[in-house]
T-cell receptor, first 113, second 113 residues
C-alpha cells in the first residue's frame, strides 16, 4: 500500500460528459502529480501541485483542469470527454519535488463510450 | 516530452536467469529513478541513483549509471515469476516553478517458470 488513495477505481462515461477524479496523497506529502497512461502514449505527465499551488504543467489538455485543496487532496476534472481520453489516470505524491521518491495510487481507469 | 527511453521494449526469460534493461536519456540529470508496474496497477519505486553514483544495489537489483553516455541499466538477478512487470526509468524535468518525473515507455519483462 503506497498510502496514496484514488477514487473511483473505474469510471465509464459517455462522450461529451464531465468527470472528476480524486486523489488523497500520502500523509505529509506536499506534492501531487497527475499522469495519464495509455497504450499508445505511455505515461504522460499532466500537472503538478505543491502545497495548494500549481507548479508545473505538462501535456494537459485545455479540457482538463486540476486543483489541490487545503487538506492537500487533489481533483482532476476532465470535461467534454472524447473516446481518446480513455486511459488510466494516476496520481502520485512526494514529500517535495520530483527529485525524491514518488508514491503512486492504484489509478482510475476511465472508459469513454 | 519523453526523457528516458528503455530498451528492449519487451524481454522474455526463464526463472533463475538475469534480466537487463537499459535506459537512455537526453539531458543532464541530478538523479535517475527506476519504477516497476504490475499490469494495470500503480507504479512502485525501486531505486534512485544520483548523478555522482556509478552503481547501486538493492536486494536482487543492481543499477548502473553512466552520465557520459547518458544511460542507465537495471539488472535483476535470479529472476522470479513475480518479477513479471513493466519497468520504467524516470528523470526529473524542470519547469518554471516545479518539477515532474518524466517516464520512458518501459520494458515489459515476462519471467516464465
Amino acid at each position: 500500500d503506497s498510502g496514496v488513495t484514488q477514487t473511483p477505481k473505474h469510471l465509464i462515461t459517455a462522450t461529451g460528459q464531465r468527470v472528476t477524479l480524486r486523489c488523497s496523497p500520502r500523509s505529509g506529502d506536499l506534492s501531487v502529480y497527475w499522469y495519464q497512461q495509455s497504450l499508445d502514449q505511455g505515461l504522460q505527465f499532466l500537472i503538478q501541485y505543491y502545497n495548494g499551488e500549481e507548479r508545473a504543467k505538462g501535456n494537459i489538455l485545455e479540457r482538463f483542469s486540476a486543483q489541490q485543496f487545503p487538506d492537500l487532496h487533489s481533483e482532476l476534472n476532465l470535461s467534454s470527454l472524447e473516446l481518446g481520453d480513455s486511459a488510466l489516470y494516476f496520481c502520485a505524491s512526494s514529500v517535495s519535488g520530483a527529485g525524491t521518491e514518488a508514491f503512486f495510487g492504484q489509478g482510475t481507469r476511465l472508459t469513454v463510450v | 516530452s519523453q526523457q528516458g527511453e528503455e530498451d528492449p521494449q519487451a524481454l522474455s526469460i526463464q526463472e533463475g536467469e538475469n534480466a537487463t534493461m537499459n535506459c537512455s536519456y537526453k539531458t543532464s540529470i541530478n538523479n535517475l529513478q527506476w519504477y516497476r508496474q504490475n499490469s494495470g496497477r500503480g507504479l512502485v519505486h525501486l531505486i534512485l541513483i544520483r548523478s555522482n553514483e556509478r552503481e547501486k544495489h538493492s536486494g536482487r537489483l543492481r543499477v548502473t549509471l553512466d552520465t557520459s553516455k547518458k544511460s542507465s541499466s537495471l539488472l535483476i538477478t535470479a529472476s522470479r515469476a513475480a518479477d513479471t512487470a513493466s519497468y520504467f526509468c524516470a528523470t526529473v524535468e524542470l519547469y518554471q516553478a516545479g518539477t515532474a518525473l518524466i517516464f520512458g515507455k518501459g520494458t515489459t519483462l515476462s519471467v516464465s517458470s
